[in-house]
């Protein structure tokens, strides 16, 4: 039996997505979750990372303090920063995002259904 990596979170974001363009223009987005342990005060903060046009909606979409849910899988690299020093990342390679907060989903979906019925009249 082959093996399972698939992360289901749902947290606040610590601060607004970061795009940026790899040398081929393919859009990478990376945000940080706070997720609560229970209910409580301690959290824990997951490193995600977003590619293409799901990337380029998390941009867009996601700020600090918004609430969303996020699918994907675990992924561990290896890198060596400015020093030299090998060091190790862990992050959630997004494959699916849903806004949960409400109040942003609402005017989101209000500006997409404008978009929407303007491209209906042309």
Not at 51 to 77: D, N
Not at 81 to 95: C, F, P, R, W, Y
Request: include cysteine; charged fraction near 30%; aromatic fraction near 6%.
């Amino acid at each position: 039996m082959g093996g399972l990596n698939r992360s289901i979170l749902a947290g606040r974001l610590v601060a607004d997505p970061e795009v940026r363009y790899t040398k081929n223009e393919t859009a990478v987005t990376h945000f940080r979750l706070a997720i609560n342990r229970n209910g409580n005060k301690d959290a824990d903060f997951i490193n995600c990372v977003a590619w293409g046009g799901l990337a380029k909606i998390c941009g867009e979409y996601l700020k600090k303090g918004r609430l969303v849910a996020v699918e994907g899988r675990l992924s561990i690299r290896s890198y060596k920063d400015k020093n030299g020093q090998k060091k190790s990342a862990t992050e959630v390679i997004v494959e699916n995002m849903q806004m949960l907060d409400s109040k942003f989903y609402n005017a989101a979906s209000k500006t997409d259904a404008k978009q929407e019925s303007s491209l209906v009249e042309v």
